[in-house]
């Protein structure tokens, strides 16, 4: 006689939900390996695309009349060659040239991050992101860039490797940022793209201060609205509030030569009306003077020292968070020059950053404040149960299988559905890192059950989605 489930009156299921979890895991495994053999094949490409290039630089008189090596003919070489890829491969020409660019950047000065790609570790996003931060930096410098990049980028999402690959250049080379900032000041500007459906974007390339302002009074305008008892969307309010801002603000009715009419009190007036709150942090030597090290500001990264300066000493809604030169560690926080928040809120949001699900990068900020142990099975409000949660992945967490707890060490850990655990640092870089890396894959248990040939080789043929590509900025400002 069986013994029956008492819980449930019937005979355990031997295809319960934890075995069908398992088959589907075996299938995420197997999708992760497809993508490491993507990444395989776009190190080879990368290796072919040197190859070509070269070989098309060795006979120029094959896409131009000339056979000199002289620098407009290279040039007309590559712009030739670039459109003939872009044509072969389907893809825009400055896809193509972004491509071209980061090959030749590998091959010659960073190998590393090639074998990392052609071992699957990393994806080309990942390279990209490498090639381009590296831009600036002198040649003696490039290895030691690479060196410390690569520690983050096989844990990191391409998007949060950025942010940490800008904190080590400008700690390589820290002394330029200040030039490089007046530089691309002189680059400042509005720029439109179509879009579909009768609608478009508008990009506006200015001091990061300026942009994070208008985004952040926009958004502050907009919860306000909503919370209010408007019906449209976050989202919908935070770009309606910006165009009813500008649309109103503008200086109407004079000539556009009147140069008091552009500069006068009206502007300055409207100007000193934005009053966003956003977090400085300042090395503590930098605030006084004795040191050009770049600050951060919150949700961007490093900045010239004279802003910083002029943000912690003149702007009353700017939080001055300073810092020991050595540790890192935060010394105070300013509290005379700007309204402050709930102690609580305050400080969760300058330990977490940004939404503390792994790969989340929306600004702390922005995020709910979430209970890891939940209110209503005892869990306490306090710093240690708390963290920064977007409104997604906080209703992910309630909604669904998802689960997160904190370790005695501090660490966050999420938990998905299938049993797959990423744990999170607090003090930490690194964006997360999965618990159960080595764990072991059927892989005639997954290909029965997709009905493939487990040891027929992985197609590693990839598309390029250019879902934009016609109206929207392959590399956008913003």
Request: net charge negative; hydrophobic share 35%.
């Amino acid at each position: 006689m069986e013994f029956e489930d008492e819980s449930r009156g019937r005979p355990p299921d031997p295809d319960g939900p934890g075995r069908r979890a398992d088959r589907l895991s075996g299938l995420v495994d197997r999708l992760v390996a497809q993508q490491a053999s993507i990444s395989r094949a776009q190190a080879k490409m990368t290796g072919q695309l040197v190859n070509i290039l070269e070989t098309a630089l060795s006979d120029p008189d094959v896409f131009t009349e000339s056979t000199r090596g002289d620098s407009r003919t290279v040039e007309q070489v590559r712009r030739s060659l670039r459109s003939e890829l872009a044509l072969a491969l389907h893809l825009s020409e400055g896809r193509v040239q972004s491509l071209l660019d980061t090959a030749e950047v590998l091959v010659a000065d960073f190998p590393d991050t090639l074998r990392s790609l052609k071992a699957g570790r990393i994806s080309l996003p990942h390279a990209e992101c490498i090639v381009r931060e590296s831009t600036g930096l002198d040649r003696d410098d490039l290895a030691v860039f690479e060196e410390a990049v690569l520690e983050y980028a096989e844990t990191s999402t391409p998007s949060q490797l950025k942010a940490q690959a800008i904190r080590i250049r400008e700690g390589l080379a820290p002394e330029s940022i200040t030039e490089r900032h007046t530089s691309a000041l002189e680059e400042r500007r509005l720029e439109v793209w179509k879009g579909h459906d009768g609608m478009g974007w508008l990009a506006c390339y200015d001091r990061i201060e300026i942009v994070q302002s208008l985004y952040n009074a926009s958004h502050a305008t907009a919860k306000s609205l909503r919370k209010a008892g408007d019906e449209r969307t976050v989202a919908q309010l935070t770009v309606d509030s910006f165009v009813d801002a500008a649309m109103t603000g503008f200086v109407s009715g004079t000539d556009p030569a009147d140069d008091d009419a552009a500069t006068g009190p009206a502007l300055a007036g409207r100007m000193g009306a934005i009053r966003p709150t956003v977090h400085v942090t300042v090395p503590v030597f930098t605030l006084m003077g004795l040191s050009d090290e770049p600050a951060d500001l919150e949700g961007y990264g490093p900045i010239d020292p004279e802003t910083a300066r002029r943000l912690a000493a003149q702007a009353p809604s700017f939080t001055r968070l300073l810092t020991n030169p050595e540790t890192g560690a935060v010394l105070s926080v300013g509290r005379d020059r700007y309204q402050v928040p709930a102690d609580l809120r305050k400080a969760i949001e300058i330990r977490d950053v940004t939404c503390r699900f792994p790969g989340c990068n929306r600004s702390a900020r922005q995020c709910d404040l979430d209970h890891v142990v939940d209110w209503q099975f005892g869990g306490e409000t306090d710093l240690d149960n708390c963290q920064a949660t977007c409104r997604a992945h906080h209703t992910l967490k309630h909604a669904t299988r998802w689960a997160v707890e904190r370790d005695p060490m501090g660490n966050v850990i999420w938990t998905s559905p299938l049993g797959r655990s990423y744990r999170i640092r607090t003090e930490s870089k690194v964006g997360f890192e999965p618990l159960d890396r080595d764990r072991p894959v059927d892989d005639h248990e997954i290909a029965d059950l997709v009905g493939a040939d487990p040891d027929e080789p992985v197609d590693a043929t990839t598309t390029d989605d250019e879902k934009w590509a016609d109206e929207y900025p392959e590399n956008p400002e913003f």
